[in-house]
Nanobody, 121 residues
Framework: VQLQASGGGLVQPGGSLRLSCAAS????????MRWFRQAPGSQRDMIAL???????DYADSVKGRFTISRDNAKNTVYLEMNNLKPEDTAVYYC????????????????WGQGTLVTVSS
């Protein structure tokens, strides 16, 4: 199973970006999917979560500005980021709880490779 994240880049304050993360491989089912971010010198923090049923939760720092969504048919999770601020600059990682086809019972944690978002004028 692999997670491939994309969509990062340089954006001006107040701008928008959309991140994508596609899961591929021997997938039986994907449970919760999350986005984390890690700024230089800081720990990796969870910023958004979406359950298999579509329930969402956000860190206070991004609530009202970021929206997480998923397309179960494509095994893909998205993060729509609006009104970006310089403090949003970080490497963004996707995470998924995946039940592989070879178990069909136990879920395992998988991470994307990270995509850099830089918010600067």
């Amino acid at each position: 199973v692999q997670l491939q994240a994309s969509g990062g880049g340089l954006v001006q304050p107040g701008g928008s970006l959309r991140l994508s993360c596609a899961a591929s491989g021997s997938i039986f089912r994907i449970d919760a999917m999350r986005w984390f971010r890690q700024a230089p010198g800081s720990q990796r923090d969870m910023i958004a979560l979406i359950s298999s049923g579509g329930n969402t939760d956000y860190a206070d720092s991004v609530k009202g500005r970021f929206t997480i969504s998923r397309d179960n048919a494509k095994n893909t999770v998205y993060l729509e980021m609006n009104n970006l601020k310089p403090e949003d600059t970080a490497v963004y990682y996707c995470h998924a709880e995946v039940v592989p086809t070879w178990t069909r019972a136990n879920s395992y944690d998988y991470w994307g490779q990270g995509t850099l978002v830089t918010v600067s004028s």
